[in-house]
């Protein structure tokens, strides 16, 4: 499914407020494990639902964290998980940050891009473009020929960028993510996730110097179903 560039920010944003619901407004706050495309039901309007909850976690409201095997696709599963630490919502977080970049570029953020190199890897080239403040345009999936709303496409990267954060408490929770994308709150600069750092051998000292000059911190000026699903080709 190609789409316009409104369609897939309707799915961004769509997305976005079903974890803000199960994350935030079920009486049992639920963590899906398992956020990528297939999982990601269009009606006939291209409204997202979300879907296959067998992996799902079920989390009492007077418990802040739950220990599980891993569980997820490679790809989308957080570091928590593979490190094996106490899992949040915020892991669902990370898994949406992937499929946030995956509509933007049209294509998988797939291993093999890892194997030919950092420069190729989709989520480090928004991330590195970013912290260099270059235009987000020529990262943008070719079949759309330009045609985006250029505040919504930053406003999407950044998010992106945030969600896929190292450590969890960097990461927005899913009411903040829709508040970004919905243009009622204006978000800071990202770093460069540690992870891509050390891949492309970037100097923590750089991006340091990085944070300190955007004002960062995740905010800045805040105050405070059809059967068919998205997915793109490799």
């Known amino acids: 499914m190609a789409g316009d560039w409104k369609v897939r920010y309707k799915i961004a944003i769509g997305v976005a407020r079903g974890l803000h619901y199960l994350h935030e407004e079920c009486r ?97 080239q928004v991330s590195n473009s970013l912290r260099l403040g270059k235009d987000l345009l020529p990262l943008l999936d070719c079949r759309l020929e330009g045609n985006a709303n250029k505040e919504e496409l930053n406003r999407a990267c950044k998010v992106a960028c945030w969600c896929i954060q190292d450590d969890e408490k960097n990461r927005p929770n899913m009411s903040q993510v829709v508040q970004i994308l919905m243009g009622v709150t204006e978000v800071g600069l990202p770093p460069v996730p540690l992870f891509f750092q050390r891949l492309a051998g970037i100097s923590t000292e750089a991006t340091n110097d990085q944070e300190a000059n955007s004002g960062s911190g995740l905010f800045s000026n805040i105050d405070q179903a059809t059967t068919k699903y998205f997915s793109f080709s490799t």
Not at 47 to 69: H, W
């Open 28 to 124: 049992d706050c639920i963590i899906h494990c398992d956020i990528k495309p297939e999982n990601i039901l269009l009606d006939e309007d291209y409204s997202p639902k979300l879907a296959d909850f067998g992996l799902a976690k079920l989390v009492g409201r007077d418990f802040s964290r739950v220990l599980t095997t891993i569980r997820g696709t490679i790809g989308y599963l957080a570091p928590e998980w593979i490190s094996g630490i106490a899992i949040t919502p915020k892991a669902d977080v990370y898994s949406y940050g992937m499929v946030l970049f995956e509509l933007v570029s049209g294509r998988r953020n797939c291993g093999e891009q890892l194997d030919e190199g950092m420069e190729h890897y989709f989520p480090f």
